[in-house]
């Protein structure tokens, strides 16, 4: 463990040179002596590369230096001490919370307690008493022998070392101090698990860590939730982004406690406003209330953070928009598509929700299985709840009208443009004339396709809503007893 902290510090020393060196420097260097207190002398000069996270520390810590007056009126948080190797005389102490960070962004407001959670060895110990705060000389050297001190602390990337993330060691007063315990937890987010029951382990086959900028991730205050830290850079290592829609962003994940990859969903813009978190949140209540189907998008959880709302759910493949098509779809690819989702449809409207923005880039693949997503304008089918049409291509006219006296219809329609959309190859308009025949039910003939396949279409785009098929109609039509295939991607 300590090799491999040493190796990241980049010096070629062993960890002993360093401590001899460190005693050495206690002899020889300048202690400077502020009433009774000893600063740690500054180590020797390292040669390091200079890193964003180092860049970072010294920022906060010339902020603090500009805005801390001298005689702070904070409590002085004691020395952490995470090196129990290292001999330090019990005055040694370095003001971490001066060297890291202006008091206010991480000191609590109490008088720091002992670390209850996972250190149940210090439950029993009491806070030793801080010492008096005296005004301090601060220079860049006593912040750069800090930062060393830190860079040991920082958990390493093998297994076992990585326990240093969660159990800072104990320092001889027993005593970890909160701040240190923050700084740490937002320094560096929790290393990634391999999870063993996944088999085809390639595709998790990532190195968080391989990328030094990604250690430093969670550091950017921006990112940070109201208690300071970042739960999706916490849980999540985040491998790419998949997805983008009006409202959000969607990203390839890989959770690190379960090793396992998922979507997370992150809003745009800034919801400041209860109501607009309201609105937001619809989507999450109408997949939590769903439950689970296997043609419906898995969700797991959601949060808020930085006034956004991330929903973490089940990574597909893609969507089904004729983006991701190689070649114009054969009609059993289609009929395959259109029958999972009229059952996924059936399964939401038996419990009284809509989908109200049923469209290709809705509905998305994974190993075959076509699943819908996208619950961002659900609602209820009694219309007791405000009602937002989606994507305007795929709506029908009476919603167009503020007619929503049959809703489950709506997503019938919505399911019919769909699917013309994707046999056709070329995407629906959103007005003029071809946008009005449509909704008229003045549907050109598709050459090449049976008669039964286009009868069912004209009827799911039929402009009176009560003639289009339920979804249980739909779904048990004996098209789709026929043998279909899947969707070929590029
Ligand atoms: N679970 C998922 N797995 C894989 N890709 C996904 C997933 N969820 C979303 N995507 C991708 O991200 C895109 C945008 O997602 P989504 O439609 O949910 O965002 P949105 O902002 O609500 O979109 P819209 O503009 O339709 O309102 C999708 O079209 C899809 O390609
Ligand atoms: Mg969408």
């Excluded at 300071?228 to 690190?256: A, C, W």
């Excluded at 999972?340 to 190993?367: C, M, R, S, T």
């Excluded at 997503?411 to 699917?419: E, K, M, R, Y």
Aim: charge should be negative.
């Amino acid at each position: 463990m300590k090799s491999t902290a040493l190796k990241r510090r980049r010096s070629g020393s062993s960890r002993k040179e360093t401590n001899k060196r460190m005693k050495g420097s206690l002899a020889t260097h300048l202690s400077v002596q502020l009433g009774q207190i000893t600063f740690k002398p500054p180590l020797p000069q390292i040669n390091t590369d200079s890193s964003r996270f180092q860049t970072l520390l010294d920022e906060v810590s010339n902020d603090a230096l500009e805005s801390t007056p001298s005689t702070s009126s904070f409590p002085s948080a004691t020395v952490l001490d995470f090196d129990a190797d290292v001999n330090v005389d019990e005055k040694d102490f370095i003001l971490s919370q001066d060297f890291f960070c202006t008091p206010d962004y991480i000191t609590p407001d109490v008088p720091p307690l002992p670390v209850t959670v996972g250190f149940n060895k210090l439950e029993e110990l009491s806070c030793p008493k801080s010492p008096e705060k005296i005004k301090s000389v601060r220079s860049k050297r006593q912040r750069e022998a800090a930062l060393l001190e830190l860079e040991d602390d920082l958990p390493v990337e093998t297994g076992t070392e990585n326990q240093a993330a969660t159990e800072p060691h104990i320092n001889k007063q027993g005593y970890v101090s909160q701040s240190a315990v923050a700084l740490r937890c937002r320094v560096m987010p929790p290393p990634c698990m391999k999870n063993p029951y996944i088999k085809d382990a390639s595709e998790n086959d990532v190195d968080p860590f391989g990328d030094r900028r990604s250690k430093c991730a969670v550091f950017f205050p921006a990112a940070l939730g109201g208690d300071g830290l970042s739960r999706y850079r916490t849980d999540f290592h985040e491998i790419e982004q998949i997805g983008t829609g009006n409202f959000s962003r969607v990203f390839k994940v890989l959770k690190r406690i379960d090793g396992c990859m998922y979507a997370v969903k992150c809003s745009t813009r800034k919801l400041y406003q209860d109501t607009e978190r309201q609105k937001a949140l619809m989507e999450v209540q109408a997949l939590a209330a769903l439950g689970y189907h296997v043609n419906i998008v898995g969700y797991n959880t959601s949060w808020f953070e930085n006034e956004q709302l991330y929903i973490q759910m089940e990574l597909c493949d893609h969507n089904i928009s004729i983006n991701h098509s190689s070649r114009p779809c054969a009609e059993g690819e289609v009929l395959e598509a259109m029958h999972q989702i009229a059952k996924a449809l059936q399964f939401i409207h038996e419990k009284g929700i809509v989908h109200l923005d049923v469209k290709p880039e809705n509905i998305y693949v994974k190993n075959g299985i076509y699943k819908l997503g996208d619950f961002g304008c659900a609602s209820l089918l009694d219309g007791s709840l405000p009602i937002e049409e989606g994507d305007a291509r795929y709506m029908p006219q009476e919603i167009l009208n503020d007619n929503h006296d049959h809703l489950d219809k709506v997503d019938i329609f919505s399911l019919g443009a769909t699917i013309y959309e994707i046999i056709r190859g070329s995407t629906l308009p959103d007005s003029g004339p071809y946008f009005q025949n449509l909704r008229e039910g003045k549907l050109p003939l598709l050459p090449g396709h049976s008669m039964q396949f286009q009868n069912i279409l004209k009827a799911m785009l039929d402009p009176d809503p009560v003639r289009r098929p339920s979804a249980k109609e739909l779904a048990g039509n004996p098209i789709f007893n026929r043998p279909h295939r899947t969707f070929k991607t590029k």
